[in-house]
């Protein structure tokens, strides 16, 4: 099935006239990583898809030699419009375009090559970037699918002012126990807006209670956090929340749970 995609280049900075730019051409060309030219695939594909582009065989003596003469001498023309590679496969995974799809598998792996015009523009070493439509229509609907789950969670979430506070207290430093119930939906869509990966993550946490308890008794002071440690007075009760819910959750230590609380409940009537 024929699938096409582009190699663009960075804008060139330049006192050039527009049009000299414009008819001007970047090449990708061969990087070396641990004093060997940068391969497009592993040993075993080279013997697959370079079969018939070297002037020997795999079973050549001197195949080696020639794979590394092959991409050290690989270079990709990139013009002020890009360059089209057809890197579809047919019914039996062959390449359409055998030559487009080793520069295509090169570009993927070059350093200098983003796989994204933002990842490329984010990177002072990126030079160009794979426009592959495809796949961006497929990260701009994973993207809407999410944001439709995180709202979803939140019609449900919004039935439960506690487990809205909770919610809101693990995303953010904002304490519920100060706002109005107005506030406290208003902060947690515009949080959810704003990380709906996060708001699902935590929303659908099933130790959502505990994980928003142990929040407030650091908040508090009840318990310490240092670095990623929780700490009760001098034991470590866990080196991540995540362990400390753990052992909290243990039944042999509920009753240092049921210490903690009555602190904390202390705490909040003084």
């Known amino acids: 099935m024929s699938k096409k995609i582009f190699i663009r ?8 006239p527009k049009a000299v730019r414009a008819e001007a051409t970047t090449k990708l060309s061969s ?29 050549h003596v001197d195949w080696p030699r020639h794979v590394k003469q ?52 984010s ?3 990126k030079r160009f970037y794979i426009q592959d439509l495809t796949r961006e229509d497929k990260v701009k609907n994973n993207e809407i699918k999410l944001k439709k789950d995180a709202d979803k969670e939140f019609i449900k979430l919004s039935s439960s002012l506690p487990n809205m506070k909770r919610v809101l207290r693990l995303m953010s430093e904002s304490n519920p126990e100060r706002m109005t119930d107005e506030q ?8 959810k807006d704003k990380s709906p990966k996060k708001f699902l993550r935590i929303a659908t946490d099933k130790h959502l209670e505990l994980k928003a308890e142990i929040d407030e008794m650091i908040t508090a002071g009840v ?10 007075i001098d034991e470590v009760l866990g080196e991540t929340v995540d362990d400390t819910v753990i052992y909290l959750k243990d039944k042999k230590n509920s009753g240092k749970l049921t210490v903690l609380r009555a602190k904390l409940k ?5």
């Not at 280049?9 to 050039?16: A, F, N, Q, V």
């Not at 940068?38 to 065989?57: M, P, Q, R, T, W």
């Not at 406290?184 to 949080?191: D, R, V």
Request: aromatic share 10%.
């Open 123 to 125: 990177n002072f070493n």
């Open 31 to 59: 990087v070396y990583v641990n004093r060997q030219p940068l391969h497009g695939f592993s040993a075993e594909d080279n013997k697959k898809y370079l079969n018939g582009i070297l002037d020997v065989a795999p079973e």
């Open 266 to 270: 202390e705490l909040a009537l003084t």
């Open 184 to 191: 406290i939906e208003n902060s947690l869509y515009a949080l």
């Open 70 to 121: 092959f991409y050290a001498d690989l270079t990709i023309p990139v013009g002020f419009t890009g360059v089209e590679l057809e890197v579809g496969l047919d019914g039996n995974d062959n390449p359409l375009n055998i030559m487009d799809y080793i520069k295509y598998n090169f570009a993927l792996k070059h350093p200098h090559v983003g796989l994204t015009k933002e990842e490329m523009d």
């Open 9 to 16: 280049r960075k804008d060139l900075d330049s006192h050039l």
């Open 223 to 232: 318990l310490r956090k240092i670095g990623n440690q929780v700490i009760f």
